[in-house]
Nanobody, 122 residues
Framework: QVQLVESGGGLVQAGGSLRLSCAAS????????MGWFRQAPGKEREFVAR????????YYSDSVKGRFTISRDNAKNTVYLQMNSLKPEDTAVYYC???????????????WGQGTQVTVSS
């Protein structure tokens, strides 16, 4: 089992940047594919990005491709989401997730953080 704690959310103007972090507990961080999902008010939770255990493989939703970058530091048990060129439609609660599925999995996950709010003003 793994516990996840996100940080780095906040309020930013459109066009700005934020970097989210997700710290994972446990000694088996490298056995997990890590991901980020988000949920906007009144909408379902949606996939944002995923990264393989080694960091060699990444996947992104079309809506964030080219603007967001997912990375991980296995020595620190941490996964990051660098968000650039933010848009008001990126406003959501962002959740870190972990599972032992393939990096291409974009539906659901097994372990979730509590979420961090990202608000992009126009």
């Amino acid at each position: 089992q793994v516990q996840l704690v996100e940080s780095g959310g906040g309020l930013v103007q459109a066009g700005g940047s934020l970097r989210l972090s997700c710290a994972a507990s446990g000694r088996t961080f490298t056995s997990y594919t890590m991901g980020w999902f988000r949920q906007a008010p009144g909408k379902e939770r949606e996939f944002v990005a995923r990264i393989s255990w080694s960091g060699a493989t990444t996947y992104y939703s079309d809506s964030v491709k080219g603007r967001f970058t997912i990375s991980r530091d296995n020595a620190k048990n941490t996964v990051y989401l660098q968000m650039n060129s933010l848009k008001p439609e990126d406003t959501a609660v962002y959740y870190c997730a972990a599972d032992q599925g393939l990096p291409s999995r974009t539906r659901g996950s097994d372990f979730w953080g509590q979420g961090t709010q990202v608000t992009v003003s126009s």
